[in-house]
């Protein structure tokens, strides 16, 4: 398995991980999406180092009395200084500019279209009010759907993938749920880097 998009020539530093092209969408008063694309130029590269050196593994959940595979790998770096250099290269400039300080990484890999995860909020809403997070997409594009945390009809509609970012913030853990769902047609793997902080801003 692997990207088969082209590996990018190394980018200018004043090049990378740019914010020139974010697009704000407010879900409604308190929620709102933060939309880079093309955020990180060397995409490919990034995707063939994380699906080599990433720590995978394939958990399971309990559902109706029973554990289950969960239909994706995920790979988990912990804060405290322990995130590897290719992490904090992302975290790094997310950090200055959102006023936070991005210390976890989770990494969801979902290796054809019969991977997806379900409808949900980021538990760290559990710890903190309005907490950001923010999640890289490397290789194949797939749906990432928002709908109301009360429920009712997809309302936002994205297609990430190829080192696009999106942000969530304000109340979006709160009031809103995502998802990837299963896509019968997707030809290749994708991976969320997905990141987070655990103190509330400075």
């Known amino acids: 398995m692997a990207w088969q998009g082209s590996l990018f020539d190394p980018a200018p530093a004043a090049a990378r991980l740019c914010f020139d092209l974010l697009e704000r969408d407010h879900l409604d008063e308190r929620s709102w999406l933060d939309v880079v694309p093309g955020w990180v130029p060397d995409h490919a590269e990034l995707f063939d180092w994380l699906l080599q050196h990433a720590p995978w593994e ?53 290796r054809d279209g019969s991977d997806a995860v379900a409808w949900h909020a ?50 979006c853990q709160h009031d809103w749920h995502h998802t990837v769902p299963r896509v019968r047609t997707a030809t290749g793997a994708r991976m969320s880097v997905t990141l987070r902080h655990s103190a509330p801003p400075a």
């Open 58 to 110: 394939q958990r399971t959940r309990r559902m109706w009395d029973k554990e289950v595979l969960e239909p994706r790998l995920v790979a988990s770096f912990d804060g405290g200084g322990a995130l590897p250099r290719q992490m904090l290269e992302l975290t790094e400039p997310l950090s200055a500019r959102y006023g936070v300080v991005f210390d976890s990484c989770l990494v969801n890999l979902y």
């Open 122 to 171: 980021d538990t760290v809403r559990k710890r903190l009010r309005d907490p950001l997070v923010a999640t890289v997409s490397l290789g194949m594009r797939r749906p990432f759907l928002l709908r109301p945390a009360a429920g009712g009809p997809v309302a936002r509609r994205y297609a990430p993938g190829q080192g696009d970012l999106i942000v969530m913030g304000g109340a």
